[in-house]
């Protein structure tokens, strides 16, 4: 092999691995950018997507047509949703004709096109490989909390037929708040789920708890500092147990922000992994 091939061919290589280091555009264009999650004063929901790296366009297409189709089959679309819809086609529809230079006037919905599904879930980017958030929009009619929501995908008994449309997905934890990576408002989020979701009353019997943490391109919040505040929030009907806990404390922090939950059934879940949930569903040879 001459010298000239071998430079043409590492030449190549290296445009390969920068083009991996971008996410392919496509639909991956409406993703929100990652400051965005602290804009607003509502409290935001919803699903922490693992996924394969450089995949991540692929795994958000795949997760958001299987997270619409649930969500239409369980809460239909209301009302107001439909008047949405049409407001947002006819804006479509006028800004094509704007630029096609059409002085047709628009017309309403045909009833040839078919509606899309409502705007019920925003994806973030979340400032690492691999990780994509998923926020459950507020405005979203759901009558099940985020983590009632994936359980129930998860317990589906067609999950198994899902197997070749997600290949690129991994898991979906439930987040039930972010707030940013600091210390203060981790701390006070942490404290609002554990009078939510655990035991208080004396009375109550004990219950067993862990504490899952994993921080990515982030240096500001330290593992065992937060465990340790996190830990002595806990009431004392709660004790720690690392292999069997009723309650999983998950603490996910991605670059600025944190992701936090209070979770049962982790282990039984398969920490919420998509691919050994359908594993497991699938008929035994």
């Known amino acids: 092999m001459t010298d000239s091939s071998i430079q043409e061919q590492k030449k190549r290589k290296e445009i390969e691995d920068k083009k991996d280091q971008v996410p392919h555009r496509g639909k991956w264009r409406g993703v929100k950018k990652h400051a965005s999650l602290f804009n607003t004063s509502n409290k935001v929901r919803g699903i922490l997507l693992a996924c394969q790296q450089n995949r991540e366009d692929r795994a958000v297409s795949e997760i958001v ?21 049409e407001e947002e086609k006819e804006k479509k529809e006028s800004k094509k004709q704007k630029v096609e230079g059409v002085n047709a006037i628009v017309n309403p919905i045909s009833t040839n096109n078919q509606l899309k599904y409502p705007k019920r879930f925003r994806i973030y980017d979340s400032g690492g490989k691999g990780y994509v958030f998923i926020e459950v929009m507020e405005s979203a009619p759901f009558h099940l909390k985020i983590e009632d929501f994936v359980k129930r995908i998860l317990n589906d008994p067609l999950l198994p037929s899902l197997k070749n449309k997600c290949k690129h ?41 862990g504490i899952l943490f994993k921080s990515r391109n982030n240096s500001s919040v330290q593992k065992e500092d937060c465990i340790k505040e996190i830990a002595d929030m806990m009431g004392k009907n709660c004790e720690v147990d ?33 691919q050994q949930m359908i594993d497991k569903a699938l008929p035994k040879k």
């Not at 047509?65 to 819809?85: G, R």
Request: with cysteine; aromatic share 10%; net charge neutral.
């Open 65 to 85: 047509n299987i997270l619409n189709q649930y969500a239409l089959e369980w809460f239909p679309i209301t009302e107001e949703e439909k008047i949405k819809m």
């Open 242 to 274: 690392l292999k069997n806990p009723d309650y999983t404390v998950v603490v996910e922090v991605f670059k600025s922000a944190c992701a936090l939950s209070i979770l049962t059934d982790y282990s039984l879940y398969s920490k919420f992994n998509m």
């Open 169 to 209: 997905c991994h898991r979906l934890i439930p987040v039930q708040i972010v707030v940013k990576a600091e210390m203060q408002d981790i701390g006070g989020a942490m404290k609002a789920l554990i009078s939510e979701h655990l035991p208080s009353s004396p009375s109550d019997p004990k219950k067993k708890f």
